[in-house]
């Protein structure tokens, strides 16, 4: 009878363990190592012909390629099977599909905590890097509230929350041109911001935790001559964030690889799709050196419905065609890398993308 007991025991605990081991998401916690650091990546508009027309430009490679896991995500909203920006990066920041044009809010218009919010609230570094106003659906969508992605003033108010350390993009007009008359540049000074528009400025702001460089106006197309403006405002926004103990969170976003597509413009699309490309670069080398960042690159929606007729890969050149020049409904890819990055593969929810970064984060 003994016998038997231990006997069963011992299996019952053999069966135990291949449980265990067959389950990747209850493995030990130094298999499965929580990021200290989140850098979430949109690529407004980047859907996989996208990718695919800046790879043969750039001669069949890009940085993108080093994100081990990927896994695709169903990008519709609640009230669209085709998502907006706002809709789709509030999704990401509430983890809730809500209704086109919506900010911060969920489908009953309710606002909901965002995960960057909820990182400044805990005690991390937050920050966003844009090449669109900061203002603009997709930036908004991580630190405001509001029915309406056109209420770029009501958009701008929400900014003194102070939820973000590190705010770079454009759209000053909306933070001084005002029909209130406030003047919240000056507002967000007296709150310990510095406060720029010029990106070779920032290198005076050390010391200050809080950074704002907001241009006027949106940033110029990288074929009006925005040369590495992203990448380098990135490496910065890098550098003041990783100063924090308690880690941080930071969102990039390639925010005009969204209206290349709208205008239905190869050129347009590629060049911002590298320039993003580029960006992803200077962030790896951060979290490979680092090796406690988990970095997520995906984007919102697709945008032209483009496809690729034909072209050259010698020549570096594509036959590019469009189907709309709105947003289409279609999967969109989700590359990861760095601890966690293995919760990121297979076909999920885009809300699940919020969900999968607030089980990683280490409060
Ligand atoms: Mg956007
Ligand atoms: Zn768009």
């Known amino acids: 009878m003994k016998k038997h007991l231990s006997l069963f025991i011992l299996s ?9 081991s067959n389950q990747p998401h209850s493995a030990s916690k130094t298999e499965r190592k929580k990021p200290k650091n989140i850098i979430l990546m949109i690529g ?14 750039n001669g069949m490679w890009l940085h993108l390629e080093k994100l081990p896991v990927i896994g695709l995500h169903k990008s519709y909203s609640s ?3 085709i998502t907006d920006s706002a809709a789709g990066a509030t999704a990401f920041s509430i983890g809730k599909k809500t209704f086109n044009g919506a900010i911060g809010v969920d489908s009953s218009g309710a606002a909901k905590e965002t995960i960057l919010e909820e990182a400044h609230r805990r005690g991390l570094a937050t920050g966003m890097v844009v090449t669109c106003a900061v203002t603009h659906a997709t930036p908004a969508s991580f630190v405001a509230h509001q029915p309406s992605r056109a209420m770029n003033e009501a958009i701008a108010l929400d900014f003194l929350s102070g939820s973000a350390d590190c705010i770079i993009g454009g759209g000053r007009q909306y933070f001084t041109k005002r029909e209130d008359g406030r ?26 935790k809080l950074l704002a460089l907001i241009a006027q106006d949106e940033l110029p197309k990288m074929s009006e001559g925005r040369n590495s403006y992203l990448p380098k405002a990135t490496e910065l926004a890098l550098k003041k964030l990783s100063i924090s103990k308690n880690g941080f969170f930071l969102m990039v976003e390639g925010s005009q690889i969204d209206w290349g597509g709208h205008n239905n413009d190869p050129d347009y699309i590629i060049r911002e799709t590298i320039d993003f490309d580029e960006t992803i670069k200077t962030v790896l080398q ?15 929606h697709e945008t032209g419905g483009l496809a690729i007729n034909g072209g050259s890969k010698e020549k570096r050149t594509i036959d590019a065609a469009f189907t709309t020049k709105k947003h289409t409904g279609i999967l969109i890819p989700v590359y990861s890398f760095g601890p966690g990055s293995e919760l990121f593969g297979g076909i999920y929810e885009n809300t699940a993308i919020f969900h999968k970064m607030k089980t990683l984060m280490t409060w």
Request: charge should be negative.
């Open 79 to 81: 009230d669209n099977l």
């Open 44 to 57: 407004d508009g980047m859907g996989l012909a996208q990718v695919y027309a800046a790879m043969v430009a």
């Open 183 to 208: 003047n919240l540049t000056q507002e967000m000074q007296k709150m310990g911001y510095f406060f720029t528009d010029q990106l070779a400025e920032v290198e005076k702001s050390k010391g200050t």
């Open 286 to 300: 951060f979290a490979e050196k680092d090796g406690e960042t988990l970095v997520v690159v995906t984007a919102d």
């Open 12 to 20: 019952a605990g053999i069966l135990l363990i291949s449980c265990k």
